[in-house]
């Protein structure tokens, strides 16, 4: 099953953790310089739910952002 939100589409990001080396030059220094780039996943925050729809019972991903805002019907 795909990670992405049943209402709203929301999905992973993909992004980058830069590592930094050097000393600030408020601090004195030549300024700080990106030493290496990783890459990394941003996941939203998706929980595995019952919910009514069409009036058949579905096992879905919600983000938690649609299940606040009263989207998702959930299943009894």
């Known amino acids: 099953m795909r990670k992405i939100c ?4 929301k999905k992973p990001l993909a992004g980058k953790v830069m590592s930094r080396k ?7 220094g030549t300024g700080s310089k ?15 739910i019952r919910a009514n729809i069409a009036g058949k019972v579905a096992s879905v991903f919600a983000c938690t952002k649609c299940i606040k805002a009263g989207k998702v019907k959930k299943a009894l």
């Open 6 to 9: 049943y209402y709203c589409g």
């Open 22 to 28: 050097g000393q600030y030059k408020a601090k004195g």
């Open 34 to 48: 990106i030493s290496r780039r990783n890459n990394r996943l941003i996941l939203p925050n998706l929980q595995h």
